[in-house]
């Protein structure tokens, strides 16, 4: 009978197949594991400890391959951990006494895991969850579970949880979906199925044990959904939907080679906004040229110190390289205490995003702002790079944060250090504030770049994570259309380049009147190009010139969306 | 056997990076090392064991090491903290 569950839909798309159970919990294969004499026991222990530092160390190298230097610093205390003469004498003594191998490794692990769990610093407790990891690597090692064999039939992978080994070997071409009970939107296993598009649905929580192996599912990225023994119906219904897809990817892939030109000839760059060198390979997929939003702020989440000059200077080099002769635009780090990080040292404040974030905080503490910079200026070597200052309300800081950029030209030069001499320095225009000066602005910086979801909140006063006012959030709203298109004609009277980077670009429905308004640039998430392009692509600059001109002329949000509607059509 | 005083400055202490860096510096050399933080000393190349301590920033530390490599290996570690771990 059919089943429907409710998930997360993390990666989008349909995948329609049979499920496959991949096994995290030990238990089955540890009451099956014929334990030998300790001294066999002994050996088989040296043995896992061999491989599961080899697999550590491979880990490692994917995880700097894709420039996140934060998991491969994780790997390499992993790495120790598996080293530690401690655990190893401790595994050893259990084996003497009599433990088979796994099990000495499972307790011992336990033993130092409930020592940190006792620990008053939170990032200490953490830690044990690290140890856990160990033991349950050496055991899932010793009783040779956890290796996935793979059919001629393509499958649905099930599990409360996949780990990024495993995730690493899946074969493209046989799994057609994953389905996870554990709710990550970032873990690797879902980073690495992104970078695939594989489809995915994580968060099902404990009814992912009650699915059996063989029973034939449908994943529904886009909802979430996870559709069990469906009805003939539903099944036909999403072949039809999955066979869309499949002629939608490939009218997609033959987009991504053309340019993004209306019917006149008028060129707009499409570009990729990027949180981390891993995010290049699908924007080059979708025929990004250039980067025109890298979010350095990934960088430094999620860790105790913030990233040194050498860490940072290598992701940008990897993203500017990977740009090749196209601009890849630096955004430096946007932020605040909506996402305090504990060396910044955010006090709690009533107002976030009216606070103490992103070029405040970067001119308020110059050693941060330094580093950052000077490893920007050193990736312009190897790229043609552009520093972009999030967050601007006056001139007077574009003026500091240039001297900032100055001072650390001058230490580069000391330090005899590679760097652009030339890079270009542009702003962001999130505030009201930049958007009615930015005629002054324009002539002090050498860019714009709209971020539209802080100026549409800004602009109309609406949070729209708050469900009670989100309804009044629009970027089609009339203060925001003649917001940016001020922006855009200061910028060209002051003869520098206008581009956008908030979600706004990536919305078909607005892209004829960003075409119309004159933008260089249009900056979004990668799987958002092709039907940007399309949309470029098909009309011609003067009808694009009539509906900007009736929009404009309209009083309400609904109204205009109303209109692109009916232009662009759905 | 030689010994060595030493006060953690980096930001984070012997959290789990710098303790991996330090173990594997550790680790390198010969001699025996031991690491003393008030009054619990650990095995300074057992992760595990320097991570159980929970040494924040401004902890002192002494070190002996004993083997034929000793004064080489305190240098080397000396070395290593006083450049805070590489943190920026």
């Not at chain 1, 043609?384 to 944060?401: D, G, Q, T, Y």
């Amino acid at each position: 009978m059919e089943q429907v569950l409710q998930g997360t839909g993390v990666v989008t798309g349909i995948g329609i197949a049979t499920v496959k159970i991949v096994s995290t919990d030990l238990t089955g294969d540890l009451k099956k594991y014929g334990a030998g004499t300790a001294a066999e026991e002994a050996g088989k222990f040296a043995d896992a400890l061999q491989a599961a530092g080899a697999e550590l160390v491979q880990l490692k190298e994917a995880a700097l391959a894709s420039g996140q230097q934060n998991q491969a610093d994780i790997m390499d205390a992993h790495y120790a951990m598996i080293n530690d003469p401690g655990l190893a004498a401790n595994i050893q003594a259990k084996i003497e006494q009599g433990a088979a191998a796994p099990q000495a490794a499972l307790a011992a692990a336990e033993e130092y895991a409930a020592l940190f769990d006792s620990m008053e610093d939170a990032y200490m407790r953490e830690r044990a969850a690290d140890v856990r990891d160990i033991g349950g690597r050496l055991a899932r090692l010793l009783v040779g579970s956890g290796q996935v064999e793979y059919g001629p039939e393509p499958v649905v992978l099930c599990a409360r949880e996949i780990e990024p080994s495993l995730a690493a070997s899946m074969p493209e071409d046989k799994v057609q979906g994953i389905i996870l009970g554990l709710g990550s939107t970032t873990s690797h296993t879902v980073i690495i199925a992104k970078a695939r598009s594989i489809p995915a649905v994580t968060g099902l929580g404990d009814a992912i044990n009650h699915i059996a192996a063989g029973t034939t599912v449908i994943v529904d990225g886009y909802n979430g959904h996870v559709i069990l023994d469906p009805t003939a119906e539903h099944l036909s219904d999403y072949r039809k939907k999955l066979e869309a897809e499949a002629v939608r990817k490939q009218q997609d892939s033959q987009m991504a080679a053309l340019p993004a030109m209306t019917k006149n000839g008028k060129r707009v760059q499409l570009a990729a906004n990027v949180g981390s060198p891993a995010d290049m390979e699908a924007a080059r997929k979708q025929g990004a040229e250039g980067v025109g939003l890298f979010r350095s702020e990934f960088l430094f989440l999620g860790r105790e110190v913030p990233p040194n000059e050498e860490e940072q200077f290598a992701a940008y080099k990897a993203v500017a390289e990977q740009c090749e002769k196209q601009l890849c635009v630096v955004r430096t780090m946007d932020i605040g205490g909506d996402k305090p990080l504990r060396y910044l040292n955010i006090s709690k404040e009533e107002n976030p995003f009216l606070g103490w974030r992103a070029i405040r905080i970067s001119l308020d503490r110059p050693e941060l702002f330094m580093t950052q910079l000077k490893a920007i200026l050193r990736a312009g070597a190897f790229g043609n790079v552009a520093i972009m200052l999030p967050m601007i309300i006056s001139a007077a800081e574009i003026a500091a944060a240039k001297q900032a950029v100055e001072q650390a030209k001058a230490e580069l030069i000391k330090e005899g250090k590679a760097f652009d001499a030339a890079m270009p320095v542009g702003i962001m225009i999130e505030t009201p504030a930049a958007a009615v000066t930015a005629r002054e602005l324009a002539g002090v910086c050498d860019f714009f770049s709209i971020g539209t979801n802080d100026l549409v909140q800004y602009t109309l006063a609406v949070d729209r994570g708050n469900p009670a006012v989100s309804p009044l959030y629009s970027h089609f709203h009339p203060a925001v259309l003649r917001l940016i298109d001020g922006v855009v004609k200061a910028g060209h009277e002051q003869g520098i380049w206008v581009g956008m980077c908030g979600e706004m670009a990536g919305d078909p429905l607005a892209v004829p009147l960003l075409t119309a308004m004159g933008f260089d640039e249009l900056s979004m998430s990668a799987p958002a190009i092709p039907r940007v392009k399309e949309v470029i692509r098909r009309f011609d600059d003067e009808q694009m010139e009539q509906v900007l001109k009736k929009a404009l002329t309209l009083k309400d949000p609904g109204a205009i969306r109303g209109l692109m509607t009916e232009f662009v059509g759905q | 056997m030689t010994k060595i005083e030493l006060v953690l400055t980096n930001a984070a202490g012997l959290h789990a990076r710098p303790a991996a860096q330090f173990v594997q510096k550790a680790s390198s050399y010969a001699s025996k090392v031991t690491l003393l933080a008030g009054t619990k000393t650990a095995d300074a190349k057992s992760i595990l064991a320097i991570m159980g301590l929970g040494l924040g920033q401004g902890t002192k530390i002494e070190l002996t090491a004993d083997g034929p490599d000793e004064t080489a290996c305190l240098a080397g570690l000396q070395a290593l903290v006083e450049s805070n771990f590489g943190e920026g």
